[in-house]
């Protein structure tokens, strides 16, 4: 029977744990809400009153929020329609610091947003486009604007602008008036253009009697100061062109359109906050801004972001607006690809008087000025969309695509703001994100797995040969073409120990920026752990040289670099995690001892993720540990946020973070402290064990044989026979021996072997395995005897080491979901997993302790704890001894934290080195 040992998981998180500032974005933020997809990242494409296509145009005023549901920049599906959300403070943007209601059934209570009312089609789920335009027909309209009384929708693909005088209330309500067009039924182009004809407008916006319009294929700005009564009316200013009537050459091979103070190219949103105007100028790639509304033609623009002057249009235009990050080999500055104050492609430009937001497309972003600029390419104060101001993970090919992460945006091509909240439409990903402002920042990876935290890389270099006076060692540490060289001359008083600690101390002193040194006494070995987290450790490289060249010592490094950096930030369903910060509650508090539910508020403090409250096992001011629902594997990314409430009543909420998540990322947990961290291992059994495993192929009348000492038990295979029904008959003739009994292993066709007495006594019985020569069926003792009886459940300590052969336990978390549906079904989020004793995650695990292969004998979710799985490995029987022997888990690619622990072989004969 498999052996599970008590150990209380809360134990083990805590034992492995250690005044408001004004609310505002932060740089990295993920969106609060979600509107028109069931999760962030579902992506849903059949439309109905919940679900958005490409979504380009956004608009809010007086608790209604209207959505245009199409776009022009090819992002699908393509609904030819506008919906109308109403009573958006109640019903989708919930206050910030209120509780999100938990609705029994749905796992993405932040996913909110029904429409009232759908423009364009007759119903919700219909998708007819029109190519005669009527009253009511839309063709891909990409902007809305709306100030709580009236709707205007840039129906873009029929070069007209349609106006409602009150905000519809029936589903494909027909239009009162049209601009750009004489009639409701006719879509034609003007070129030379008019002062009442448009052509593919893509901007539209209402600022009190004023109607403004970015008739973008005629690269100019077209405002009606008083708001329109007729069909077809003509505007009253224009900008970006020396009059009305100017033609347009679109095609820029024929005739070259150079950036000017008074000119725009393909301006695709014109906005204004009562008393300035904003241009996204998409084809010079910058914002103009007109620090008063302007009331005569072709006025020119006071400011300019985006670019250094106002003559200017590169594209990112980095060298001109960012820092130099260094100098090439000429001596010449570097300059990153962008910064904060670089835009491609602008879409969108909004100002509520304080701040401004840009929503750069090209780079994926929003740009947050926290007060609005005062000089020409001023670099934005926060960056929404991405996590840093020189990164776009949504299109660099550096960075993995994460399918509609919840901190991440494709091309955002429209804002709308209702004073906490800002809404951006989102369409590559069929959706429109709803980023708040919130009190306090944390770290963008905050949320890691609890046992890992982080999974730093590692590399060895091992001494040899003799320790000789003036010979000299070095060792270079290199990351990306930054080389750290290290020299130690040898003392005629050093020893192969003080020569280990001279060299800790020399890399550790400066200290190099990239590795700390330690040392493995038993091996003679320097081990150089990373001091980034993550996969980035795995790109420092090591190597070593000895002078002179008839040098007596010797350098051999275990790779020439660093392995083993693992991104613990990525987590899986079901994973116990942590959540790091500061000031995240007052006083430290765990759940009760024992709880068969945990709760989802201690010391008023909540976890939400995707808005559904996390079952907490502890909170405290630097740290949450949750599990995260097992029912997110329907996804790949939440949003993640604390809101704690205070004794001296303030309510305050953490930024929302990002948690990426993927099916299986194991973490093992091991005692604070520097990484490699000593890992929470136990002995498995006060009584002798050795496997036998069962392999190969099935042939009638093959014979299996296990022998015990010189007793052997056969069993010969029959054609009906598989591997597992001929280790179950061999378990039961092993049974008849009267020292040791078998049982089936939890993993694979293996037979687990153990001594009937406990305690030494079962130490070093014989067991071997062997088939009929041409066998098809293979049988392989992992030990040639039994071993290590020990008091079952004890710790691994330096007191009481593990043995070459022994069976450990460890523990972990982040295994992912069962394999067994009816199994899973029992592992319920937040409760005590009541399930089946055996049981094994989806994923297959492997192990390495001391460099060489352990062998899995069982991985499953612990009976009787939350999130806690406890994996069986079987170690090496020739393992040397080491103090710190390193051991990891792995599934697919995602390989654990390491750990170590103590083990002894006690056949092994010491030999110092000669000093």
Do not use: H
């Given at each position: 029977m498999m052996k599970f040992f008590r150990m209380n998981p809360f134990a083990i998180l805590l034992a492995t744990a250690s005044v408001a500032v004004p609310a505002d974005f932060f740089t990295g933020q993920a969106a609060r809400l979600v509107i028109g997809q069931e999760t962030f990242t579902a992506q849903g494409d059949t439309p109905n009153p919940n679900t958005l296509g490409g979504a380009g145009g956004v608009a809010f005023a007086n608790n209604i929020l209207v959505v245009a549901d199409a776009n022009r920049v090819g992002a699908g599906p393509l609904n030819h329609r506008v919906l109308i959300y109403r009573n958006v403070a109640s019903d989708i943007a919930l206050p910030i610091n209120a509780e999100v209601p938990q609705i029994p059934g749905k796992l993405c209570p932040a996913c909110r947003g029904t429409a009232s009312v759908v423009l364009g089609q007759a119903t919700?789920?219909?998708?007819?486009?029109?190519?005669?335009?009527?009253?009511?027909?839309?063709?891909?309209?990409?902007?809305?604007?709306?100030?709580?009384?009236?709707?205007?929708?840039?129906?873009?693909?029929?070069?007209?602008?349609?106006?409602?005088?009150?905000?519809?209330?029936?589903?494909?309500?027909?239009?009162?008036?049209?601009?750009?067009?004489?009639?409701?039924?006719?879509?034609?182009?003007?070129?030379?253009?008019?002062?009442?004809?448009?052509?593919g407008p893509q901007g539209v916006w209402i600022q009190g009697s004023r109607v403004m319009v970015a008739d973008t294929s005629n690269n100019r700005v077209l405002i009606w100061n008083n708001f329109p009564t007729r069909n077809n009316q003509a505007a009253d200013v224009v900008l970006g062109a020396p009059d009305f009537t100017t033609r347009v050459e679109l095609d820029l091979a024929v005739t070259r359109i150079?950036?000017?103070?008074?000119?725009?190219?393909?301006?695709?949103?014109?906005?204004?906050?009562?008393?300035?105007?904003?241009?996204?100028?998409?084809?010079?790639?910058?914002?103009?801004?007109?620090?008063?509304?302007?009331?005569?033609?072709?006025?020119?623009?006071?400011?300019?972001?985006?670019?250094?002057?106002?003559?200017?249009?590169?594209?990112?235009?980095?060298?001109?607006?960012?820092?130099?990050?260094?100098?090439?080999?000429?001596?010449?500055?570097l300059f990153p690809r962008l910064c904060g104050a670089t835009i491609e492609f602008p879409r969108f430009v909004l100002s509520d008087g304080k701040r401004l937001f840009v929503a750069d497309g090209g780079n994926d972003r929003i740009l947050v000025y926290n007060s609005l600029p005062v000089r020409n390419g001023q670099a934005a104060d926060t960056i929404l969309g991405q996590v840093g101001e020189s990164i776009n993970r949504s299109s660099d090919s550096a960075y993995p695509?994460?399918?509609?992460?919840?901190?991440?945006?494709?091309?955002?091509?429209?804002?709308?703001?209702?004073?906490?909240?800002?809404?951006?439409a989102d369409p590559f990903n069929r959706r429109v994100m709803v980023f708040s402002t919130h009190d306090q920042p944390i770290p963008y990876t905050a949320v890691r797995n609890s046992a890992s935290l982080d999974v730093f890389a590692t590399g060895t270099i091992g001494l040899s040969g003799t320790v000789r006076e003036n010979d000299e060692?070095?060792?270079?540490?290199?990351?990306?073409?930054?080389?750290?060289?290290?020299?130690?001359?040898?003392?005629?008083?050093?020893?192969?120990?003080?020569?280990?600690?001279?060299?800790?101390?020399?890399?550790?002193?400066?200290?190099?920026?990239?590795?700390?040194?330690?040392?493995?006494?038993?091996?003679?070995?320097?081990?150089?752990?990373?001091?980034?987290?993550?996969e980035g450790g795995n790109r420092v490289e090591i190597s070593t040289s000895t002078a002179p060249t008839d040098a007596t010592i010797v350098l051999t490094t275990g790779g020439a670099f660093l392995?083993?950096?693992?991104?613990?930030?990525?987590?899986?369903?079901?994973?116990?995690?942590?959540?790091?910060?500061?000031?995240?509650?007052?006083?430290?508090?765990?759940?009760?001892?024992?709880?068969?539910?945990?709760?989802?508020?201690?010391?008023?403090?909540?976890?939400?993720?995707?808005?559904?409250?996390?079952?907490?096992?502890?909170?405290?001011?630097?740290?949450?540990?949750?599990?995260?629902?097992?029912?997110?594997?329907?996804?790949?990314?939440?949003?993640?946020y604390v809101r704690t409430r205070f004794s001296d009543g303030r309510v305050v909420?953490?930024?929302?973070?990002?948690?990426?998540?993927i099916p299986q990322n194991p973490g093992l947990f091991a005692i604070e402290g520097t990484d490699p961290r000593v890992g929470v291992v136990q002995h498995f059994s006060s009584r002798s064990t050795g496997t036998v495993s069962v392999d190969g192929g099935i042939k009638a009348g093959d014979v299996a044989t296990v022998v015990i000492e010189d007793r052997e038990y056969s069993y010969t295979v029959k054609d009906t026979d598989s591997l597992a029904s001929v280790r179950d008959a061999l378990i039961v003739e092993i049974n008849k021996d009267q020292q040791v009994e078998a049982y089936a292993a939890g993993v694979f066709t293996r037979i687990r072997l153990r001594a009937r007495t406990a305690g030494e006594a079962g130490n070093g019985i014989k067991y071997s395995a062997k088939t009929n020569e041409g066998a098809q069926v293979i049988l392989t003792a992992t030990t040639?005897?039994?071993?290590?009886?020990?008091?079952?459940?004890?710790?691994?300590?330096?007191a009481n080491p593990a043995l070459p052969g022994q069976t450990i336990v460890v523990f972990g978390t982040g295994l992912g979901r069962l394999k067994e549906t009816f199994a899973q079904d029992l592992a319920l989020t937040g409760g005590v997993y009541r399930g089946p004793v055996l049981n094994e995650p989806s994923a297959f695990v492997s192990s390495l302790a001391g460099g060489k292969t352990a062998n899995v004998l069982y991985a499953g979710l612990r009976p009787g704890s939350i999130g806690l799985y406890e994996v069986h490995l079987e170690l090496n029987s020739d393992l040397p001894t080491n103090s710190a022997t390193q051991l990891t888990i792995a599934q697919d690619i995602y390989v654990s934290n390491v750990i170590t622990f103590p083990l002894r072989n006690p056949t092994e004969v010491v030999v110092q080195p000669a000093p």
């Open positions: 919700f789920t219909a998708n007819d486009l029109k190519l005669i335009p009527t009253n009511a027909s839309l063709r891909q309209p990409n902007a809305v604007a709306t100030d709580g009384v009236r709707l205007l929708v840039s129906d873009t693909d029929n070069n007209r602008i349609l106006i409602w005088n009150s905000i519809p209330t029936q589903n494909n309500q027909p239009a009162d008036l049209v601009l750009g067009q004489e009639n409701f039924t006719t879509s034609r182009v003007v070129n030379p253009p008019t002062a009442s004809s448009l052509r150079d950036a000017k103070a008074d000119n725009l190219l393909n301006p695709v949103s014109v906005t204004s906050d009562g008393q300035r105007v904003f241009v996204a100028d998409l084809g010079f790639n910058r914002v103009m801004i007109w620090n008063t509304i302007p009331t005569s033609n072709t006025r020119p623009a006071d400011l300019v972001l985006g670019q250094p002057d106002l003559t200017s249009s590169v594209a990112n235009n980095s060298p001109k607006l960012c820092k130099a990050t260094g100098k090439d080999d000429k001596g010449a500055d695509l994460l399918r509609a992460a919840t901190d991440q945006l494709r091309t955002p091509m429209s804002l709308a703001w209702d004073g906490t909240n800002l809404y951006v060692i070095t060792i270079n540490v290199t990351r990306e073409g930054t080389k750290n060289t290290y020299t130690y001359k040898i003392a005629k008083t050093d020893t192969v120990t003080t020569l280990l600690n001279n060299l800790v101390r020399v890399i550790n002193s400066k200290p190099d920026p990239y590795v700390t040194a330690s040392i493995i006494p038993d091996l003679s070995t320097l081990l150089l752990t990373a001091r980034e987290g993550g392995t083993g950096g693992q991104d613990a930030a990525r987590v899986a369903p079901g994973t116990i995690i942590s959540l790091l910060g500061d000031k995240l509650s007052e006083v430290a508090v765990a759940a009760p001892a024992g709880a068969e539910k945990l709760p989802t508020e201690l010391g008023n403090v909540q976890l939400y993720l995707d808005g559904k409250l996390a079952p907490l096992f502890l909170v405290s001011p630097n740290r949450i540990n949750a599990q995260l629902p097992w029912e997110f594997y329907d996804r790949n990314s939440v949003s993640a909420t953490t930024m929302p973070v990002a948690v990426q998540i040639p005897n039994l071993c290590c009886a020990n008091t079952e459940g004890a710790t691994v300590t330096e």
